[in-house]
C-alpha cells in the first residue's frame, strides 16, 4: 500500500511540474513533457533522462574512437605479417607476442562496442520506470566498461607501435 501512495505521489508531482511551464506565466520556457521523444527528454529532466544522456554520451565518446582502433588493427595484422618473414630470434618471437596481445586487445574492445550496440534497447521497460532506470544503469556500466576497453586498447596501440 505504502508502494502504491509512493507511486501516486511521484506521478501527482511529476505532472504538476511538467505542466506548470506553461499555465504559470512561464511561456518562454520549453514545455518538458511535449519536448519528449522517444520517451526522453532533449534536455534531462528525469533520473531516466540522465541516465540515458550519460550512455549516449559514453556510446558517443567510444564511436568516435573506433575508425582509430579498426587503423590499429589493420597496422598490427601488417606489421604480424611482415615479422612471420624474418628468420627466427628473441627480438622477433619478443615482438610477436607483444602484436599478438595487442590485436587480441584491439579486438576485444572492437567486439565488445558492436555488441554492445546490438544489445542495447532504448526503449526497454518504456512502461516501468523503476525498471528502465535499472535498465539504463546497468547499460551505463557497460558502456562505460567499453569505452574503458577502447581507451585502453588505443593507449596500448601507441605504446607497442612506437617500439
Given at each position: 500500500?505504502?508502494?502504491?501512495?509512493?507511486?501516486?505521489?511521484m506521478?501527482?508531482?511529476?505532472?504538476?511540474?511538467?505542466?506548470?511551464d506553461k499555465?504559470?506565466?512561464?511561456?518562454?520556457?520549453e514545455?518538458?513533457?511535449?519536448?519528449?521523444?522517444?520517451?526522453?527528454?532533449?534536455?534531462?529532466v528525469?533520473?531516466?533522462?540522465s541516465l540515458?544522456?550519460?550512455?549516449?554520451?559514453?556510446?558517443?565518446e567510444a564511436?568516435?574512437?573506433?575508425?582509430?582502433?579498426?587503423?590499429?588493427?589493420?597496422?598490427?595484422k601488417?606489421k604480424?605479417d611482415?615479422?612471420?618473414k624474418?628468420?627466427?630470434?628473441?627480438?622477433?618471437e619478443?615482438?610477436?607476442?607483444?602484436?599478438?596481445?595487442?590485436?587480441?586487445?584491439?579486438?576485444?574492445?572492437?567486439v565488445g562496442?558492436?555488441?554492445w550496440?546490438?544489445h542495447f534497447?532504448?526503449?526497454?521497460a518504456?512502461?516501468d520506470?523503476?525498471k528502465?532506470i535499472e535498465?539504463?544503469q546497468s547499460?551505463l556500466?557497460?558502456?562505460?566498461?567499453v569505452?574503458?576497453?577502447?581507451v585502453?586498447g588505443?593507449?596500448?596501440?601507441?605504446?607497442?607501435?612506437?617500439?
Amino acid at each position: 500500500m505504502k508502494q502504491y501512495f509512493f507511486y501516486v505521489a511521484m506521478v501527482l508531482t511529476v505532472a504538476a511540474c511538467n505542466g506548470g511551464d506553461k499555465h504559470e506565466g512561464h511561456e518562454g520556457h520549453e514545455d518538458h513533457a511535449a519536448a519528449r521523444k522517444d520517451g526522453f527528454s532533449e534536455k534531462p529532466v528525469t533520473l531516466e533522462d540522465s541516465l540515458y544522456k550519460q550512455v549516449i554520451a559514453g556510446h558517443d565518446e567510444a564511436m568516435a574512437k573506433m575508425g582509430k582502433i579498426r587503423g590499429f588493427q589493420s597496422t598490427v595484422k601488417d606489421k604480424l605479417d611482415s615479422l612471420k618473414k624474418l628468420p627466427s630470434g628473441k627480438l622477433k618471437e619478443g615482438l610477436l607476442a607483444d602484436y599478438k596481445l595487442l590485436a587480441a586487445q584491439l579486438d576485444t574492445a572492437y567486439v565488445g562496442m558492436n555488441n554492445w550496440m546490438e544489445h542495447f534497447n532504448p526503449d526497454s521497460a518504456k512502461e516501468d520506470a523503476t525498471k528502465r532506470i535499472e535498465y539504463l544503469q546497468s547499460e551505463l556500466g557497460k558502456v562505460s566498461k567499453v569505452k574503458e576497453a577502447i581507451v585502453s586498447g588505443l593507449a596500448t596501440a601507441d605504446s607497442v607501435l612506437k617500439k
